[in-house]
Antibody, heavy 117, light 106 residues
Framework: QVQLKESGPGLVQPSQTLSLTCTVS????????VHWVRQPPGKGLEWMGR???????YYNSALKSRLSISRDTSKSQVFLKMNSLQTEDTAIYYC???????????WGQGTLVTVSS | DIQMTQSPSLLSASVGDRVTLSCKAS??????LAWYQQKLGEAPKLLIY???SLQTGIPSRFSGSGSGTDYTLTISSLQPEDVATYFC????????FGGGTKLELK
């Protein structure tokens, strides 16, 4: 069955770089696009960016200067890197699969990232 | 950028009530709209896509409607397990979520 799982450090220091991994199973990264979505504690959802099945990337304009998404298809992994982290980047980070049409039917469990010294 | 606005931000209703949640886009999104339910401590769950298509496995008391800029999620008879926050999302010309409607029991 389709599964996505986020992994990475739970704590990042201000001004440092966040690195997260989304490991998928049950489908190929060359067939489906994967997105990153984040949610600050008690707040709404923010779409961050997409790794398309053909390797193309697309980013939220508000995060574009700090964000990079890449992948390793042989390992079924999608990577998120975001630099210059601040306390407002504290959030649960989710990876999710695009169902061709643009909606997200499958989500990872999310990983909490806290930005603090 | 197209903005998505949900109303109300908080809704209190009783079991058995018909509940209507609203989502408005700043310009037409041509039915490219999904609704998600998020319970406390869980990842969002897809309910509706393409404005009115029910995702497999979702109870039929949930329905979506609308067109152009205005969309609605309706729960025909509220159940206790429907207490959650509901988000709309557009996927026309990129992806954006609305701010959410928190649904609680009265």
């Amino acid at each position: 069955q389709v599964q996505l799982k986020e992994s990475g450090p739970g704590l990042v220091q201000p001004s440092q770089t966040l690195s997260l991994t989304c490991t998928v199973s049950g489908f190929s990264l060359m067939d489906y696009s994967v997105h990153w979505v984040r949610q600050p504690p008690g707040k709404g959802l923010e779409w961050m960016g997409r790794m398309k099945y053909d390797g193309d990337t697309y980013y939220n304009s508000a995060l574009k200067s700090r964000l990079s998404i890449s992948r390793d298809t042989s390992k079924s992994q999608v990577f998120l890197k975001m630099n210059s982290l601040q306390t407002e980047d504290t959030a649960i980070y989710y990876c999710t699969r695009d169902n061709y049409g643009g909606w997200f039917a499958y989500w990872g469990q999310g990983t909490l990232v806290t930005v603090s010294s | 950028d197209i903005q998505m606005t949900q109303s109300p931000s908080l809704l209190s209703a009783s079991v058995g009530d018909r509940v209507t949640l609203s989502c408005k886009a700043s310009q037409s999104i041509y039915n490219s709209l999904a609704w998600y339910q998020q319970k406390l401590g869980e990842a969002p769950k897809l309910l509706i896509y393409d404005a009115n298509s029910l995702q497999t496995g979702i109870p039929s008391r949930f329905s979506g409607s609308g067109s152009g800029t205005d969309y609605t999620l309706t729960i025909s008879s509220l159940q206790p397990e429907d207490v959650a926050t509901y988000f709309c999302q557009k996927y026309y010309s990129g992806w954006t979520f609305g701010g959410g409607t928190k649904l609680e029991l009265k």
